[in-house]
């Protein structure tokens, strides 16, 4: 697993590619928000409080950058196929599951190391202009909580979901799907925006880090369909949210496992 | 081999995932046509989500599905070597590509017009002008895929760039919209709505531009190593 693992972070990480296409977008992401990513709020009170500002940086970021990670992700695990090599790697002692694992967290890793970058390297920029030190601890807080669960989840999405179908109608897929289950408002169609099964969603922010907008509780929205999966944002709710993730995470990795190990029989 | 059997082979080529979308999609959209108030959507809804299925949907497929036909071929190495230029072959392929998906966004938008749901789209233009809904903007993205796919000679970061220009376009409405440059570049002005009168300006804008992004991919396209060293999908 560690080897695997090892190999694919490196193969990832060295492709130029993957550096141009997050350079490209990172420009663009920064252009059309350019107001609220400079002061890092969304309000007029000018983004001085350190925590609040890490937060908006980690929204901002998780509203562009996930569709770049899950395409550059999806060819991933359909690769060993395609070049021939699947029979023999499987021909060897390692364990598949292992192998799958490593492939999963070394591909996940290396893609998402961009945003961990632009993340960090916008909190250190913050830390400067602001001269609070603190922002670098209260991103090093945000990070972990309110991104990477959701990375984790379509990770694992992205690498296996080209094993049901072709990598074209999977992007497609892909980008409708992050548009109408992360993006659009809640009220606006049936979805799952807003609720506890959406990789990008604010129960972190509002149930761990206490943050409050004009004292409204984030949950539940007037006349929006499937409210039952928007529970009152609570600590109790962030951390099953985080939960959800990763289970799913868990889940789908376990599934493309038993769909590998089917069709080798 | 004859010119009819050479478009039969680049129909054939372009895939069965880039042939089924176009008309699955239009499919659904009869189905929600049909069977929308049965669903317990609101006819405003319908329309819109009709509407959007032709002006946002079908772009997004033509887009994906151009940025990822190059260098998909087997042993194109041998095809580098015949008489016919590849770039001749893949513009053949990508004319067959929109042109299948163009039939299909008539088709489409003859449902609209079947089920008189133009009405109920605040925007939305009249007569022949409905099919630039979804031309403009579909063109727009397949002459991008074709440039994303010819620069990056990647079809991974070809289909990264289309779908990361469909979801800003989609999330950062009101800054692209509010100046008039990117707004005459904004690729969902009937569902989004734009200033009035700038419709037909921005849909003109969005095929005019669509050539010169063509005309960047062409010296591209006739750089063979590109092609050989580039990821397949």
Not at chain 1, 87 to 111: E, H, N, W
Not at chain 1, 256 to 263: E, F, K
Not at chain 2, 78 to 93: A, C, F, H, I
Not at chain 2, 166 to 195: D, N
Request: glycine share 8%.
């Amino acid at each position: 697993m560690i080897a695997t693992l090892r190999y694919e972070f490196l193969m990832q990480i060295r492709r130029p590619i993957m550096w141009i296409v997050y350079g490209l977008t990172y420009i663009t992401l920064v252009a059309v928000f350019w107001p609220a990513y400079r002061t890092l709020s969304f309000t007029d009170d000018g983004g001085h409080d350190p925590k609040l500002a890490m937060l908006t940086s980690a929204k901002l970021i998780m509203v562009l950058l996930p569709i770049v990670y899950g395409c550059l992700i999806a060819d991933r695990l359909i690769r060993d196929r395609r070049l021939g090599v699947a029979t023999i790697m499987d021909a060897s002692p390692a364990d598949p599951f292992g192998r799958l694992t490593g492939k999963y967290l070394g591909v996940c890793a290396a893609t998402a190391v961009p945003i961990a970058l632009a993340f960090f390297g916008r909190a250190v920029v913050y830390a400067m202009t602001e001269g609070k030190v603190e922002a670098l601890a209260w991103s090093v807080a945000v990070f972990p909580t309110a991104v990477l669960p959701g990375l984790a989840f379509l990770g694992a999405l992205a690498l296996a979901g080209p094993l049901l179908m072709p990598p074209l109608p999977f992007r497609v897929l892909f980008v409708a799907y992050w548009f109408w289950g992360n993006l659009i408002p809640a009220d606006m169609m049936p979805t799952l925006s807003h609720t506890i099964f959406a990789a990008s969603n604010e129960y972190v922010a509002y149930g761990l880090f206490g943050q409050t907008f004009e004292g409204l509780a984030y949950g539940p929205w007037p006349d929006a369909a499937l409210n039952a999966l928007r529970p009152v944002a609570s600590p109790a709710v962030a951390v099953l949210w985080m939960g959800v993730m990763v289970a799913l995470t868990i889940a789908i990795l376990l599934i493309t496992r038993l769909h590998a190990a089917r069709s080798e029989s | 081999m004859k010119p009819l059997d050479l478009w039969a082979h680049e129909l054939r080529r372009t895939g069965p995932a880039a042939l089924a979308g176009p008309p699955a999609l239009v499919l659904l959209m009869a189905l929600l046509s049909m069977f929308g108030a049965w669903l317990g959507s609101r006819e405003s809804t319908t329309a819109f989500m009709l509407a959007g299925a032709l002006e946002m949907a079908m772009p997004l497929i033509t887009g994906m599905a151009a940025a990822s036909s190059l260098g998909r071929d087997h042993a194109v190495e041998l095809q580098l070597t015949l008489p016919v230029s590849y770039r001749s072959t893949v513009l053949r392929r990508l004319a067959v590509m929109a042109g299948w998906t163009g039939l299909c966004a008539a088709a489409g938008s003859a449902v609209l017009t079947l089920g008189g749901w133009w009405a109920l789209v605040p925007g939305a233009p009249s007569g022949l002008a409905v099919q630039l809904v979804w031309l403009a903007p579909a063109l727009w993205l397949a002459a991008l895929g074709l440039l994303a796919s010819a620069a990056f000679g990647s079809a991974v970061a070809a289909t990264t760039t289309v779908a990361f220009v469909w979801i800003t376009e989609q999330v950062a409405t009101e800054t692209l919209q509010s100046v008039p440059a990117s707004r005459l570049f904004y690729l969902f002005a009937t569902m989004r709505g734009t200033v009035p009168g700038d419709w037909t300006a921005n849909r003109v804008v969005l095929l005019c531009t669509a050539v010169p992004l063509i005309a960047a991919a062409w010296p591209l396209l006739g750089r063979p190593e590109r092609i050989l060293g580039g990821e397949k999908e």
